[in-house]
């Protein structure tokens, strides 16, 4: 697949004084591998400002925080966490694919990028969400507004690349700033912007509390929940996604006339402030489904899918006996139970009656049906 060939688009570079515009770009007479593709986008994104940190330009996740970087100077944080992430995954593509010296030059550019946000990322309880082009920070505890971010403090554990005793104090802060049990939402960002001097795009265009600023925006609550997973923090993990669910807002007339949406999609939106508190907003038309789908299977169930092998490593309360999953791998069935035994019994993984010593369960398109049993050692 990656020597697969695939032509370019052409469009004329944005100008100067352009932020952006529209048009339909042309095919290029050009091409190369998706391989290629890969490379040349990562490259691309291999530019730093003053603080070792990737550009932000016109927003990076956040697209609402348009003004950050648009003079191409600012710096996000966040996406030096994310940049470590494709930098680390990458680098095992570019060695199979037999690039050695690219796979040496992303582990170069992801320690570097490391010990960057490390340096200049941290703001003495959280991680800081970005620097202005004028090198103000935003995301920091000085700041009027905005002081602290979720999607970074999440990406810290998420990307593995944060320093582990740092990136808990993160998710500490997270929990106590941004998650508020009481209205069962997860905010994006708190305070919102609104009266100060900041002004990091179109995002202070929207109302206090309403979607990225200072809203619920469930994609990052996801991503919340899916870093608690990875600390292991079962408790938590799970108390985000019963909030997240949007059945969890509908359970009486009073909640429906509350969330005011369907309460059997994902809404992108739930809104945090006076009053509007617990309104749900942009159904039908949100990534943070696919997401939820992946917290629920694979950070809190625990399948992963290793080519052709599958890991369940579950996080699940204490208080789970046991489970089931039915994964059909092509034309195959695979009857998996997964106990968490209170005996103090030693994992396992068993396919068929047969003990798999690698605790990994090998996906075979027999078009039979198999039967496995996994045990989980009780945290």
């Not at 092998?309 to 699940?316: D, G, S, T």
């Given at each position: 697949?990656?020597?697969?060939?695939?032509?370019?688009?052409?469009?004329?570079?944005?100008?100067?004084?352009?932020?952006?515009?529209?048009?339909?770009?042309?095919?290029?007479?050009?091409?190369?591998t998706l391989?290629?593709?890969?490379?040349?986008?990562?490259?691309?994104?291999l530019?730093?400002?003053?603080?070792?940190?990737?550009?932000?330009?016109?927003?990076?996740?956040?697209?609402?925080?348009?003004?950050?970087?648009?003079?191409?100077?600012?710096?996000?944080?966040?996406?030096?966490?994310?940049?470590?992430?494709?930098?680390?995954?990458?680098?095992?593509?570019?060695?199979?694919?037999?690039?050695?010296?690219?796979?040496?030059?992303?582990?170069?550019?992801?320690?570097?990028v490391?010990?960057?946000?490390?340096?200049?990322?941290?703001?003495?309880?959280?991680?800081?969400?970005?620097?202005?082009?004028?090198?103000?920070?935003?995301?920091?505890?000085?700041?009027?507004?905005?002081?602290?971010?979720?999607?970074?403090?999440?990406?810290?554990?998420?990307?593995?690349?944060?320093?582990?005793?740092?990136?808990?104090?993160?998710?500490?802060?997270?929990?106590?700033?941004?998650?508020?049990?009481?209205?069962?939402?997860?905010?994006?960002?708190?305070?919102?912007?609104?009266k100060?001097?900041?002004?990091?795009?179109y995002?202070?265009?929207?109302v206090?509390?309403?979607?990225?600023?200072?809203?619920?925006?469930?994609?990052?609550?996801?991503?919340?929940?899916?870093?608690?997973?990875?600390?292991?923090?079962?408790?938590?993990?799970?108390?985000?996604?019963?909030?997240?669910?949007?059945?969890?807002h509908?359970?009486?007339?009073?909640?429906?006339?509350?969330?005011?949406?369907?309460?059997y999609?994902?809404?992108?939106d739930?809104?945090a402030?006076?009053?509007h508190?617990?309104?749900?907003?942009?159904?039908?038309?949100?990534?943070?489904?696919?997401?939820?789908?992946r917290?629920?299977l694979?950070?809190?169930l625990?399948?992963?899918?290793?080519?052709?092998?599958?890991?369940?490593a579950?996080?699940?309360?204490?208080?789970?006996?046991?489970?089931?999953?039915?994964?059909?791998?092509?034309?195959?069935?695979?009857?998996?139970?997964?106990?968490?035994?209170?005996?103090?019994?030693?994992?396992?993984v068993k396919?068929?009656?047969?003990?798999?010593?690698?605790?990994?369960?090998?996906?075979?398109?027999?078009?039979?049906?198999?039967?496995?049993?996994?045990?989980?050692?009780?945290?």
């Amino acid at each position: 697949m990656l020597d697969e060939s695939i032509p370019f688009v052409e469009g004329r570079p944005v100008k100067a004084d352009e932020d952006s515009y529209y048009d339909l770009p042309d095919r290029s007479e050009d091409s190369a591998t998706l391989y290629e593709h890969c490379v040349r986008a990562i490259n691309r994104g291999l530019r730093f400002g003053e603080h070792g940190l990737p550009l932000m330009g016109s927003g990076d996740w956040n697209d609402g925080m348009n003004r950050v970087g648009e003079h191409g100077k600012g710096e996000s944080v966040w996406l030096g966490f994310f940049l470590y992430e494709v930098l680390m995954r990458f680098t095992e593509v570019a060695r199979v694919y037999g690039d050695v010296s690219f796979a040496e030059r992303c582990e170069r550019e992801a320690d570097q990028v490391r010990q960057n946000i490390e340096q200049n990322g941290w703001d003495r309880e959280w991680y800081l969400r970005a620097y202005f082009d004028d090198g103000t920070p935003l995301g920091s505890a000085s700041n009027p507004e905005c002081q602290i971010d979720s999607i970074v403090q999440s990406w810290s554990v998420l990307s593995g690349a944060a320093d582990a005793g740092r990136s808990r104090m993160a998710m500490e802060a997270l929990d106590q700033r941004l998650v508020h049990r009481d209205q069962a939402l997860i905010q994006l960002l708190d305070p919102p912007f609104d009266k100060s001097d900041l002004n990091p795009g179109y995002i202070k265009g929207y109302v206090p509390g309403v979607r990225e600023n200072g809203g619920q925006y469930t994609h990052a609550a996801i991503w919340a929940a899916m870093a608690f997973a990875k600390l292991g923090d079962s408790r938590r993990a799970w108390e985000l996604l019963a909030m997240i669910n949007p059945l969890n807002h509908a359970q009486s007339p009073e909640e429906i006339a509350t969330y005011r949406v369907e309460p059997y999609v994902v809404a992108a939106d739930v809104y945090a402030l006076s009053p509007h508190i617990g309104r749900g907003g942009w159904t039908w038309y949100t990534g943070s489904a696919g997401w939820m789908y992946r917290l629920i299977l694979e950070s809190l169930l625990g399948l992963t899918l290793e080519k052709n092998k599958l890991r369940i490593a579950p996080c699940i309360p204490a208080d789970w006996e046991t489970f089931k999953v039915h994964y059909r791998y092509r034309e195959t069935i695979y009857h998996i139970t997964v106990l968490q035994p209170s005996d103090g019994s030693v994992a396992s993984v068993k396919v068929d009656g047969v003990k798999q010593h690698d605790k990994t369960i090998l996906l075979v398109d027999d078009r039979h049906e198999h039967s496995v049993e996994v045990r989980i050692v009780n945290a």
